[in-house]
């Protein structure tokens, strides 16, 4: 009888933790309101951003944050935010050519230059420099 009892109690507790849990699709969208957030704040240009401090950020797990970048934006949290980093270092080398690259590369949160140009070249098929130049030809013909 004790066996029966416990046995109950176990699936009355799973039926009940079931319940109680919220759909994929609410934190779904919980972390794609608390995501846009955290990119208008710019936080993904903090050093040591990891998923488990980006998602305790967020308020939810670092396995819900992980699903989400992998199975709603198709990539790795990782690639996520290096894609935002240079997408922003091209902005701020747009606004300001004749800032330095490491300058640059420390303001989106990544301290060594050498690993800066090559995330750069990654994403974009050239390097920083190169982008500077392109930014200080359009400046030169609009002036």
Not at 26 to 46: G, Q, V, Y
Not at 95 to 107: E, G, M, R, T, V
Not at 114 to 136: D, I, L, V
């Amino acid at each position: 009888m004790k066996r029966i009892i416990n046995k109950m109690l176990r699936m009355a507790l799973k039926t009940s933790t079931a319940i109680a849990k919220p759909s994929q699709g609410a934190i779904d969208e919980k972390i794609s309101e608390n995501l846009r957030l955290w990119i208008d704040s710019k936080a993904f240009c903090r050093q040591n951003e990891t998923i488990p401090k980006v998602a305790e950020q967020l308020g939810v797990s670092p396995e819900s944050l992980s699903y989400y970048c992998t199975h709603v934006l198709g990539e790795h949290f990782s690639t996520f935010r290096k894609k935002l980093r240079m997408e922003e270092a091209k902005s701020l080398i747009r606004k300001n050519p004749d800032a330095p690259i490491a300058d640059i590369a420390f303001s989106v949160g990544i301290p060594d230059k050498a690993n800066f140009r090559r995330q750069f070249y990654e994403c974009f098929g050239f390097p920083p420099s190169e982008w500077r130049k392109r930014c200080k030809v359009l400046r030169m013909m609009h002036l």
